[in-house]
Every structure is written in C-alpha cells, then in structure tokens.
C-alpha cells in the first residue's frame, strides 16, 4: 500500500481519491505516534478533469469570434454576390435588347461580335 510507504517516510498528509476498504486505515496507518492526516480528494479526477480544460472549440475560432474575423466569406454573402452580378449583367442584356427594338430589330455594334 502506497499509503503505508507514505507513513514510514514520515510524510505528514495522504491526499487520497477513494478510502481503503475494511479495517486497512485501523492497521497500519493509525498506529504509531506520528500517524499522517488523511484528506479526501476535492476536484475533477480522470474524464472529468480532461471534460474541464479541453476547450470546446480551437482558440483561433474563439478569436475570430469574438473578434467578428472572417477569413472564409459566408455562403449567403458568395450567393448575395453571384446574384447582384447576375442581376448587373441581365440589366445590361436588357438595355441592349431595348436599344436593338429602337432600332428596328438591328443588332447594336457594341452587341455584334
């Protein structure tokens, strides 16, 4: 028993996790004149310590949060900028399609390849 060792090297406190079963604390570490306080251990121990302090996302996604970054554009923005350039060039295909009505149905020199 680790804790029996602890005693005979005189250390004078034993930080424990669970308690010795049956009358093992009786035997061998209340006899004597010096016997070790016995402290039950207080905090996370095993998964619940790993659970604590691993974050939950990488620090570098936490800064960009917080720090409203963004490196990679959103979905919606890609999309929002893909339609309005659609939109740009239809307008103009528009305008090119009047102009070419105003002219009795011949095709505008910029239109003409």
């Known amino acids: 028993m680790c804790s029996k060792?602890?005693?005979?090297?005189?250390?004078k406190e034993?930080?424990?996790i669970d308690p010795y079963p049956g009358i093992a604390?009786?035997?061998?570490l209340a006899t004597g004149n010096n016997s070790p306080k016995?402290?039950?251990?207080?905090?996370?121990i095993g998964k619940s310590y790993h659970k604590l302090y691993t974050p939950i996302m990488p620090f570098k996604d936490e800064l960009e949060t917080l720090?409203?970054?963004k490196k990679n554009p959103d979905k919606r923005d890609i999309?929002?900028?893909d339609?309005?350039?659609?939109?740009?060039?239809?307008t103009d295909e528009v305008a090119r399609l009047n102009e070419e009505i105003k002219n009795g149905g011949q095709k505008t020199s910029s239109a003409q390849h």
């Open 5 to 11: 060792k602890a005693y005979q090297l005189g250390i």
């Open 14 to 16: 034993i930080v424990y």
């Open 38 to 44: 016995l402290i039950l251990f207080r905090g996370a």
């Open 79 to 81: 999309k929002i900028k």
């Open 25 to 28: 604390n009786e035997y061998t």
């Open 67 to 69: 720090l409203d970054l």
């Open 83 to 90: 339609l309005e350039q659609e939109n740009s060039r239809l």
